[in-house]
T-cell receptor, first 109, second 118 residues
Framework: DAKTTQPNSMESNEEEPVHLPCNHS???????IHWYRQLPSQGPEYVIH???SNVNNRMASLAIAEDRKSSTLILHRATLRDAAVYYC??????????FGKGTSLLVTP | GAVVSQHPSRVICKSGTSVKIECRSL??????MFWYRQFPKKSLMLMAT?????????EQGVEKDKFLINHASLTLSTLTVTSAHPEDSSFYIC??????????????FGPGTRLTVL
């Protein structure tokens, strides 16, 4: 499986944008880039996914580098409820998710 | 979004007993369900992939005779931890994917089951 590299932790102020980076230099042409997040003692929650083009949804935006070797999850205005572990995962369509260590996001008032 | 439930949310049992955990997709039919395990402060580890009507596929190092998975319908999968021991204490999470109603690119996770073996 292609691997992803994320910072262990990041910190943001409330109501400011947050850019969560992910490196995936060994990504293959058929790998989708998925982002999930997990709040304490809860199951993961889907955030966004993309293949080649940038994507936007109500939760976040996903910016994918032109060579696809890196991507950035953008939370436009962080709230305290966005404090979670964010996982960047490469996945073939229909296959299981292999979770790495993720980035623990701390949001301060 | 689609909803996945798990029951029970937490269970405490004695060593040597068996525990069954249910995972249900409430508003969609899931062709595939996945079972994960998560130890404290660690990431999720995939245990097995289950397709409706067929045998589960287990990840390397996961004992299929200890962790019995049944996926008898498109809305229900069960995980039975047989002869549980304290080292099996963990947070067990299921997810569901597939079906005509939802995108196959998105997995929906249950809230998890906290198992404590005394």
């Amino acid at each position: 499986d292609a691997k992803t590299t994320q910072p262990n932790s990041m910190e943001s102020n409330e109501e400011e944008p947050v850019h969560l980076p992910c490196n995936h230099s060994t990504i293959s042409g058929t790998d989708y880039i998925h982002w999930y997040r997990q709040l304490p003692s809860q199951g993961p929650e889907y955030v966004i996914h993309g293949l080649t083009s940038n994507v936007n949804n109500r939760m976040a935006s996903l910016a994918i580098a032109e060579d696809r070797k890196s991507s950035t999850l953008i939370l436009h205005r962080a709230t305290l409820r966005d404090a979670a572990v964010y996982y960047c995962i490469l996945r073939l369509s229909g296959y299981a998710l292999n979770f790495g260590k993720g980035t623990s996001l701390l949001v301060t008032p | 979004g689609a909803v996945v439930s798990q029951h029970p949310s937490r269970v405490i049992c004695k060593s040597g007993t068996s525990v069954k955990i249910e995972c249900r997709s409430l508003d969609f039919q899931a062709t595939t369900m996945f079972w994960y395990r998560q130890f404290p402060k660690k990431s999720l580890m995939l245990m097995a992939t289950s397709n409706e009507g067929s045998k589960a596929t287990y990840e390397q190092g996961v004992e299929k005779d200890k962790f019995l998975i049944n996926h008898a319908s498109l809305t229900l999968s069960t995980l039975t931890v047989t002869s549980a021991h304290p080292e099996d204490s963990s947070f067990y999470i299921c997810s569901a994917a597939g079906g005509a109603e939802i995108s196959y690119n998105e997995q929906f996770f249950g809230p998890g089951t906290r198992l404590t073996v005394l």
